[in-house]
């Protein structure tokens, strides 16, 4: 079949794909809500998951999905953790366990072939500074849906204000919880703030998402 945001993919059906997708199944990771994961999240370890929270705080990501093809080298087969469409560009990519080695160089050839760029991250690389704990945190809340007039009245002062404290931006919410409404607007990109400098806090800067 073939996913209709990524009209080049054509999903391998192969019983190794099937497996590896099959063995993801059976684990669970918090946070369990996604943004842009196109089609079922599988993750098969918690580096992955850890990389998934990331690609869904990424400004420059619009969509991802899990375990998407099957790559070959005669009877080596490797599946990549992600496919991910980010700054009009198809990616697919590893997120590679901390004692792991590198990813042999057939993959990324074989990947290449398939008209993708090929990237692998240790986890050490991602999971370092605030940014991922603020992803987690802010997921949490990936089902929820601010309300028309919360959302509203807190985007009309950050057009007066340009940017507002969270506390500040608390005052907004009239419908719904503050910590829910802000991170589903953070998350759906109609505000941003700084997920690296901080843990997320009263203090944080929001503002309104230019894209």
Not at 14 to 20: A, I, P, Q
Request: with cysteine.
């Amino acid at each position: 079949m073939t996913d209709q945001h990524f009209p080049n993919v054509h999903v391998d059906s192969s019983s190794g794909l099937l497996t590896v997708r099959a063995e993801a199944a059976k684990w669970s990771f918090q946070p369990s809500g996604t943004m842009r994961c196109i089609g079922t999240p599988l993750f098969r370890n918690l580096s992955a998951r850890h990389l998934g929270c990331l690609l869904d705080v990424d400004n420059e990501v619009a969509s991802w999905t899990c375990l998407p093809i099957a790559l070959k080298n005669g009877a080596n087969l490797h599946v990549p953790d992600f496919l991910v469409q980010k700054s009009g560009e198809l990616f697919v990519v590893d997120a590679l366990l901390e004692n792991s080695a590198r990813p042999e160089p057939w993959i990324a050839q074989a990947a290449a072939a398939n008209g993708y760029e090929y990237a692998a991250m240790h986890a050490s690389e991602f999971c370092t500074g605030f940014r991922l704990q603020n992803a987690m945190d802010l997921l949490r809340y990936a089902r929820w849906q601010c309300p028309l007039g919360d959302r509203i009245r807190l985007l009309a002062a950050l057009e007066e204000h340009a940017s507002l404290s969270v506390s500040d931006c608390f005052t907004a919410f009239q419908e719904t919880q503050p910590a829910a409404g802000l991170s589903s607007l953070i998350l759906n990109r109609f505000v941003e703030a700084d997920l690296d400098e901080a843990l997320i806090g009263p203090e944080t800067s929001v503002r309104r998402w230019r894209g």
